[in-house]
């Protein structure tokens, strides 16, 4: 009995010391990690090494003078751009559109944007999406999404104003087509008119011969003349 509790008791120290280890081993790390939250949590967190700039507050004359990667590449200053070309009358758009005429993205964002709202016409406006397209694989990533809302924008005003002129074509056909079927249907009406009267006319006439002859033919016999009676003296006289 007595070497059954002492294996027992030799068992539980070799247990006890890996375990112990093991379990502090644990307590230091979780320690170890308390130490560097707590340190990092009243640690100040750095500053970005430059900000970005505030173009939506930037004056629109300003605006427009602005070039370069810095300004270009950020999707605010083009907002930006959105925001004051709405506030332009269509004549100034074109206007200011006309001194962007480089063969640049930046440059076909500029016209597109400022004639977007400019009232101009299909050709004018077909020839910007053309421009945009041409333009499209050089325009950075950042700003990619507006550029595209941009020519989708322009490409729906071009299939809006292509149908606009279909119906305007169908419906000058249209009025055309009516305007000559009221032409042939008064000129039928006309002769209708002329086919009525003549049908009258003859109708009256037929009229007219029933009734003489109908006449004739209930005369009484002595009205009608005797051939064997004998004839005055100036008929007599006027026998050759």
């Known amino acids: 009995m007595t070497n059954g509790l002492t294996g027992v008791a030799r068992w539980r120290r070799a247990c006890t010391g890996p375990l112990l280890a093991v379990l502090l081993t644990l307590l230091a790390g979780c320690t170890t990690v308390k130490e560097q939250g707590a340190h990092h949590a009243g640690a100040r967190p750095a500053e970005p090494e430059r900000q970005v700039a505030d173009y939506l507050a930037t004056p629109c004359p300003t605006l427009w003078r602005l070039k370069g990667a810095v300004a270009e590449n950020n999707p605010l200053y083009w907002l930006r751009g959105i925001d004051c070309a709405e506030r332009l009358a269509p004549a100034d758009a074109r206007s200011l559109?006309?001194?962007?005429?480089?063969?640049?993205?930046?440059?076909?964002f500029r016209q597109g944007i400022l004639l977007?709202?400019?009232?101009?016409?299909?050709q004018e406006r077909r020839h910007n999406l053309n421009k945009l397209d041409n333009m499209s694989y050089a325009v950075p990533r950042q700003v990619h999404t507006l550029y595209q809302m941009l020519r989708d924008n322009q490409a729906q005003e071009l299939s809006l104003s292509d149908a606009r002129w279909r119906y305007s074509t169908l419906q000058e056909q249209s009025d055309s087509e009516l305007d000559e079927l009221r032409q042939q249907q008064k000129h039928l009406h006309s002769q209708l008119e002329q086919t009525r009267r003549k049908l009258q006319n003859l109708t009256d006439i037929e009229r007219q011969l029933s009734s003489r002859k109908g006449a004739s033919s209930y005369l009484p016999d002595g009205d009608a003349p005797d051939p064997q009676a004998p004839q005055s003296d100036d008929a007599q006289e006027a026998k050759p």
């Open 116 to 122: 977007a709202k400019a009232k101009i016409t299909p």
């Open 97 to 108: 559109a006309h001194r962007f005429d480089e063969e640049t993205w930046q440059a076909a």
